[in-house]
């Protein structure tokens, strides 16, 4: 466990470091986005202290939740995935700032939409390794009104969620791989993040009434 803490430690106060040893040999304006018709947005270098100080208020933020959160004590049952999740963040945060610093000096030299798209591919393939064992919380996960009032329609959420950020995650990363348009490239990623939420958030309102049938009953005559 301190382990884990160390790593996303120095995982998040390594982009700050990597901004502070170039920024004297950095061009005045650096590339902070890139538009999905190619073009590519550069800010004054000042910007980056703002980017890659995201990463330790990530992980501050990270550490506090646990701590307010009401159903703090089941963070204990899935704290080896819930410290792996914010390492995986930190570092694919620092990858960002990477990125940035080295188009910075040689602009051109990484395909950045791609790189990206293959990254966010990533972190969706490990969310789904890790979803099916998040217990109840009301920061991490599919947190719907259903989800967060069973504990069974909880699990069945996540275990559908977790099948789906995994294969989403992986088309991703082909996605990556394989398009050089990054406009149909982007909105098919869109697709996959969108059809990711939307199905086990649908799912979990189904089951949550198949679970309460009184309940649901009494809702729809409400409503009349």
């Given at each position: 466990?301190?382990?884990?803490?160390?790593?996303?430690?120095?995982?998040?106060?390594?982009?700050?470091?990597?901004?502070?040893?170039?920024?004297?040999?950095?061009p005045d304006t650096v590339p902070t986005s890139w538009r999905l018709?190619?073009?590519?947005?550069?800010?004054?270098?000042?910007?980056?202290?703002?980017?890659?100080?995201?990463?330790?208020?990530?992980?501050?933020?990270?550490?506090?939740?646990?701590?307010?959160?009401?159903?703090?004590?089941?963070?204990?049952?899935?704290?080896?995935?819930?410290?792996?999740?914010?390492?995986?963040?930190?570092?694919?945060?620092?990858?960002?700032?990477?990125?940035?610093?080295?188009?910075?000096?040689?602009?051109?030299?990484?395909?950045?939409?791609?790189?990206?798209?293959?990254?966010?591919?990533?972190?969706?393939?490990?969310?789904?390794?890790?979803?099916?064992?998040?217990?109840?919380?009301?920061?991490?996960?599919?947190?719907?009104?259903?989800?967060?009032?069973?504990?069974?329609?909880?699990?069945?959420?996540?275990?559908?969620?977790?099948?789906?950020?995994?294969?989403?995650?992986?088309?991703?990363?082909?996605?990556?791989?394989?398009?050089?348009?990054?406009?149909?490239?982007?909105?098919?990623?869109?697709?996959?993040?969108?059809?990711?939420?939307?199905?086990?958030?649908?799912?979990?309102?189904?089951?949550?009434?198949?679970?309460?049938?009184?309940?649901?009953?009494?809702?729809?005559?409400?409503?009349?």
């Amino acid at each position: 466990m301190k382990k884990n803490k160390l790593l996303i430690f120095l995982a998040a106060a390594a982009p700050i470091l990597l901004v502070a040893l170039c920024y004297r040999h950095l061009p005045d304006t650096v590339p902070t986005s890139w538009r999905l018709d190619g073009e590519v947005v550069y800010s004054r270098k000042s910007a980056l202290w703002l980017i890659s100080g995201l990463s330790p208020f990530l992980a501050f933020l990270f550490f506090l939740l646990p701590r307010i959160d009401p159903r703090a004590s089941n963070y204990r049952r899935f704290s080896r995935y819930y410290d792996s999740f914010v390492l995986l963040l930190e570092l694919f945060l620092l990858v960002m700032v990477g990125i940035i610093v080295s188009e910075a000096f040689s602009p051109g030299k990484i395909k950045v939409p791609n790189t990206v798209t293959v990254l966010v591919g990533l972190l969706f393939v490990f969310l789904g390794h890790i979803l099916p064992k998040i217990k109840s919380n009301f920061f991490l996960g599919i947190r719907t009104p259903w989800t967060l009032s069973d504990t069974t329609v909880w699990h069945k959420t996540h275990r559908l969620a977790g099948a789906l950020f995994f294969v989403c995650g992986l088309l991703m990363m082909t996605l990556g791989f394989i398009f050089e348009s990054q406009r149909v490239m982007m909105t098919l990623v869109l697709l996959l993040v969108l059809l990711s939420a939307a199905v086990p958030t649908a799912a979990s309102c189904f089951w949550y009434r198949a679970q309460h049938p009184s309940q649901a009953a009494r809702q729809a005559r409400h409503r009349k």
